[in-house]
Nanobody
Framework: QVQLVESGGGLVQAGGSLRLSCAASGRTTFRDDIMGWFRQAPGNEREFIAHLGWSAGSTRIADSVKGRFTISRDNARNTVYLQMHNVKPEDTAVYYC????????????WGQGTQVTVSS
């Protein structure tokens, strides 16, 4: 059974930093998978934040967070991270990690989400 478990969310002041983690289990090909982060604020559609393939060369960051957020992964731990710096109140959302194979168009696996709240 494939599981993605996010952690690290919480309350942070504007301008602060937070690191989210996503631990993956139950799938032997995570090392090769595309791992992504998304977020959804109340009343908004789900928004793509970042994804990372096996190599750093396949990184993509959304313009809305570029220069503030970075994505990384530790394949030995089957874990992907989202480092958030200089957070803003508009970053408040539930953050989800997701996984898909390199040939898939859609993300097949999703975590349960972790709440990030940025106070002004």
């Amino acid at each position: 059974q494939v599981q993605l478990v996010e952690s690290g969310g919480g309350l942070v002041q504007a301008g602060g930093s937070l690191r989210l983690s996503c631990a993956a289990s139950g799938r032997t090909t995570f090392r090769d998978d595309i791992m992504g982060w998304f977020r959804q604020a109340p009343g908004n559609e789900r928004e793509f934040i970042a994804h990372l393939g096996w190599s750093a060369g396949s990184t993509r960051i959304a313009d809305s967070v570029k220069g503030r957020f970075t994505i990384s992964r530790d394949n030995a731990r089957n874990t992907v991270y989202l480092q958030m710096h200089n957070v803003k109140p508009e970053d408040t959302a539930v953050y989800y990690c997701a996984a898909r194979s390199v040939v898939a168009r859609e993300y097949a696996y999703w975590g349960q989400g972790t709440q990030v709240t940025v106070s002004s």
